[in-house]
């Protein structure tokens, strides 16, 4: 083989071949240099989308994902009796959380620089002291994939505190309110109660709601992906803003005395129910309002009686017998009708448009003093006074005595009681009215007819609310109500005076106060029965003490008192409670000796028998 250079070869697709070759790859580098540039381009522009417009709020997300959202409840009010003793307050507690997907071992740097590691293990042991319940409890709590389970309800903030200590970042806390009643039922009814949900369901608890609740604040902050707080990062707080307390005119002393009075004589006589009423005769403020079983706010739903809800003072229409003979004594005497020692003659039995009325006990025809009738409860005296006044006038004097409207106090669910117009009466309502049947009310109602009577005239509706005071001390008094004359000061003075005979030589001996002259009167009327007619007896008993310098109403009634009607009055609990509140607040013992009208026309005596209460 010769190895003399060969020429180039002239061969055109051999050249050809070389060339296109060299150009394809080219291209190539090109194609995907391009690709490669495009695709930083769009790696550019990604980022700038993403970290600098971010038009599809990923940042906004991200962020939101590591935001926790804290409400920050308002410390409800507490509610104070008149010398400031707590009747409800509210206690700072916390509901303890979980998020279970995110329980792993947590390990805590400390500032020093160094670590410590708290495992799961030791975690569920830590917790389960803290809050003395079983390990199983916790671990329990602890497994699954929820992102929120409860681990224990109401926590102290001393529990909680010693929890945080521990860094884990898959425990959270709510932070609640938890209302707590120190007296138990004392007061329970009046005071009220709050149900699921902090709602306000009786008593002041409710109509003073939207003083006592405050206002709710917030607190907005981020998390790492281990649960834990980032300290450094931002966070939006609202604080809370607490309620005002609300103070009462209500005495826990009192309130106490005259709620064990009333039930104890309530379980005396078996009664279905035993209420007591105790006012201020000056302003009509309430003292007391005492039923023989009430409810106790911490445990609302054990009560065996929705009635122990709401004050049955303030929430139950009873007819008030005669009690509502003193309401026909004052019309008459203001009306110019009668006069204490007027001549009353009065007949075995009284028959009046085809009606006839008798009296409890049995008696000849006799010649009485107005006083004498009322001391003895006559109906049948009553009735020939009372109907000296037109029906319409009758009904007019009720209404000025508040009857068929309610008192306004601030209590839920009070009762207006029922008052039929006088166009609506029969035959036979126009004059039972005069003697307490066939017309309802409350014993409050009743009480303020005593209190009007006690206050030379002038009616004060009640009221309970004392004053409400903010978080800073500051105090608002609550306004009296307007007073409103109903009768002269003259003839207050003339229906005390006749009040007092009924202690002193009428029915209601044993109302008497030893050491103080008082003055009062009983009532008995028929309960009516659910399904119709009658099935007992409402006795009752209001009074005033002291009588010569009236400063204070004590109004008892009791429901369905089983035994002799002749024996399951009122008087002795009356006695027992108005003698409590004179020795309470001081009242100096009268000084003069108790008097009493004479009973009889003419006389200077009374009846030597006891003709009983009705």
Same mark, same amino acid.
């Given at each position: 083989m010769s190895d003399t250079p060969q020429p180039p070869s002239d061969n055109p697709d051999r050249h050809s071949d070389s060339s296109g070759f060299a150009r394809l790859t080219s291209r190539r580098e090109f194609v995907v240099l391009l690709i490669g540039l495009a695709s930083l381009v769009l790696l550019a522009l990604r980022l700038v989308w993403v970290q600098g417009l971010d038009l +599809?709020?990923?940042?906004?997300?991200? &962020?939101n994902d590591r935001l926790r959202h804290e409400a920050l409840p308002a410390l409800?009010?507490?509610?104070?009796?008149?010398?400031?003793s707590v009747l409800a307050r509210s206690i700072q507690r916390y509901? $303890?959380?979980?998020?279970?997907t995110l329980v792993a071992d947590v390990t805590v740097r400390h500032p020093d620089g160094t670590s410590e590691t708290t495992t799961v293990l030791d975690a569920i042991r830590k917790l389960a002291d803290i809050l003395h319940v079983?390990?199983?409890?916790?671990?329990?709590?602890?497994?699954g994939d929820a992102n929120f389970e409860y681990l224990y309800r109401a926590a102290t903030p001393e529990q909680w505190n010693s929890i945080q200590d521990l860094q884990l970042g898959f425990v959270t806390a709510e932070p609640v309110s938890q209302r707590s009643y120190p007296n138990g039922p004392l007061g329970g009814s009046v005071v009220g109660f709050i149900g699921g949900d902090d709602e306000a369901l009786a008593g002041i608890e409710l109509s003073q709601d939207e003083v006592l609740r405050g206002e709710d604040g917030s607190r907005v902050f981020e998390i790492s992906a281990d649960g834990v707080r980032i300290p450094v990062a931002p966070h939006?707080?609202?604080?809370?803003?607490?309620? +005002? +307390?609300?103070?009462?005119t209500l005495d826990r002393d009192v309130q106490y005395y005259a709620q064990e009075a009333v039930a104890a004589r309530a379980k005396e006589l078996d009664a279905e129910w035993g209420t007591a009423v105790v006012l201020r005769v000056s302003d009509g403020t309430v003292l007391a309002l005492a039923d023989s079983s009430m409810v106790d706010p911490n445990e609302p739903g054990r009560t065996d009686d929705e009635g122990d809800y709401s004050p049955r003072a303030?929430?139950?229409?009873?007819?008030?017998?005669?009690?509502q003979k003193t309401l026909t004594a004052?019309?008459? $005497?203001d009306e110019g009708k009668i006069e204490p020692l007027s001549e009353v003659p009065v007949p075995a039995e009284l028959t009046i448009d085809g009606q006839t009325f008798t009296d409890a006990f049995n008696h000849g025809a006799e010649d009485r003093t107005f006083a004498g009738v009322i001391a003895d409860s006559m109906n049948t005296g009553t009735v020939e006074v009372g109907s000296k006044l037109s029906a319409e006038q009758r009904h007019s004097w009720l209404k000025k005595f508040g009857v068929g409207d309610v008192t306004g106090i601030e209590i839920p669910g009070e009762t207006p009681g029922l008052l039929a117009d006088w166009t609506a009466w029969d035959d036979r309502q126009q004059y039972t009215v005069l003697f307490g049947q066939g017309v309802s009310q409350s014993p409050l109602r009743t009480a303020t007819i005593f209190q009007t009577m006690g206050n030379d005239g002038v009616r004060i509706e009640p009221r309970i609310l004392q004053a409400v005071i903010d978080t800073e001390g500051n105090r608002t008094e609550s306004e009296a109500a307007e007073p409103v004359r109903v009768v002269s000061a003259e003839t207050a003075q003339k229906v005390r005076e006749i009040l007092e005979s009924v202690v002193t030589v009428g029915g209601a001996p044993e109302a008497a106060v030893d050491g103080y002259r008082v003055g009062g009167k009983s009532g008995t009327a028929e309960a009516p029965g659910e399904q119709g007619g009658y099935d007992g007896f409402t006795t009752s008993f209001a009074g005033i003490g002291p009588i010569e310098d009236p400063q204070y109403v004590v109004a008892v009634t009791l429901q369905r008192p089983q035994g002799d009607v002749r &024996?399951?009055?009122?008087?002795?609990?009356? +006695?027992? $409670?108005?003698g409590q509140v004179l020795k309470h607040y001081g009242v100096s013992p009268s000084d003069s000796e108790p008097e009493g009208l004479p009973k009889f026309f003419g006389k200077d005596e009374g009846r030597n028998e006891d003709p009983g209460q009705t």
């Amino acid at each position: 083989m010769s190895d003399t250079p060969q020429p180039p070869s002239d061969n055109p697709d051999r050249h050809s071949d070389s060339s296109g070759f060299a150009r394809l790859t080219s291209r190539r580098e090109f194609v995907v240099l391009l690709i490669g540039l495009a695709s930083l381009v769009l790696l550019a522009l990604r980022l700038v989308w993403v970290q600098g417009l971010d038009l +599809s709020g990923r940042a906004a997300n991200a &962020e939101n994902d590591r935001l926790r959202h804290e409400a920050l409840p308002a410390l409800r009010g507490e509610i104070l009796d008149r010398n400031g003793s707590v009747l409800a307050r509210s206690i700072q507690r916390y509901d $303890i959380a979980v998020d279970q997907t995110l329980v792993a071992d947590v390990t805590v740097r400390h500032p020093d620089g160094t670590s410590e590691t708290t495992t799961v293990l030791d975690a569920i042991r830590k917790l389960a002291d803290i809050l003395h319940v079983k390990d199983d409890d916790v671990k329990n709590a602890l497994d699954g994939d929820a992102n929120f389970e409860y681990l224990y309800r109401a926590a102290t903030p001393e529990q909680w505190n010693s929890i945080q200590d521990l860094q884990l970042g898959f425990v959270t806390a709510e932070p609640v309110s938890q209302r707590s009643y120190p007296n138990g039922p004392l007061g329970g009814s009046v005071v009220g109660f709050i149900g699921g949900d902090d709602e306000a369901l009786a008593g002041i608890e409710l109509s003073q709601d939207e003083v006592l609740r405050g206002e709710d604040g917030s607190r907005v902050f981020e998390i790492s992906a281990d649960g834990v707080r980032i300290p450094v990062a931002p966070h939006d707080e609202t604080l809370p803003v607490d309620g +005002s +307390s609300v103070q009462l005119t209500l005495d826990r002393d009192v309130q106490y005395y005259a709620q064990e009075a009333v039930a104890a004589r309530a379980k005396e006589l078996d009664a279905e129910w035993g209420t007591a009423v105790v006012l201020r005769v000056s302003d009509g403020t309430v003292l007391a309002l005492a039923d023989s079983s009430m409810v106790d706010p911490n445990e609302p739903g054990r009560t065996d009686d929705e009635g122990d809800y709401s004050p049955r003072a303030v929430a139950a229409a009873v007819e008030p017998g005669s009690t509502q003979k003193t309401l026909t004594a004052a019309a008459a $005497i203001d009306e110019g009708k009668i006069e204490p020692l007027s001549e009353v003659p009065v007949p075995a039995e009284l028959t009046i448009d085809g009606q006839t009325f008798t009296d409890a006990f049995n008696h000849g025809a006799e010649d009485r003093t107005f006083a004498g009738v009322i001391a003895d409860s006559m109906n049948t005296g009553t009735v020939e006074v009372g109907s000296k006044l037109s029906a319409e006038q009758r009904h007019s004097w009720l209404k000025k005595f508040g009857v068929g409207d309610v008192t306004g106090i601030e209590i839920p669910g009070e009762t207006p009681g029922l008052l039929a117009d006088w166009t609506a009466w029969d035959d036979r309502q126009q004059y039972t009215v005069l003697f307490g049947q066939g017309v309802s009310q409350s014993p409050l109602r009743t009480a303020t007819i005593f209190q009007t009577m006690g206050n030379d005239g002038v009616r004060i509706e009640p009221r309970i609310l004392q004053a409400v005071i903010d978080t800073e001390g500051n105090r608002t008094e609550s306004e009296a109500a307007e007073p409103v004359r109903v009768v002269s000061a003259e003839t207050a003075q003339k229906v005390r005076e006749i009040l007092e005979s009924v202690v002193t030589v009428g029915g209601a001996p044993e109302a008497a106060v030893d050491g103080y002259r008082v003055g009062g009167k009983s009532g008995t009327a028929e309960a009516p029965g659910e399904q119709g007619g009658y099935d007992g007896f409402t006795t009752s008993f209001a009074g005033i003490g002291p009588i010569e310098d009236p400063q204070y109403v004590v109004a008892v009634t009791l429901q369905r008192p089983q035994g002799d009607v002749r &024996e399951i009055g009122a008087a002795g609990v009356f +006695s027992e $409670i108005m003698g409590q509140v004179l020795k309470h607040y001081g009242v100096s013992p009268s000084d003069s000796e108790p008097e009493g009208l004479p009973k009889f026309f003419g006389k200077d005596e009374g009846r030597n028998e006891d003709p009983g209460q009705t």
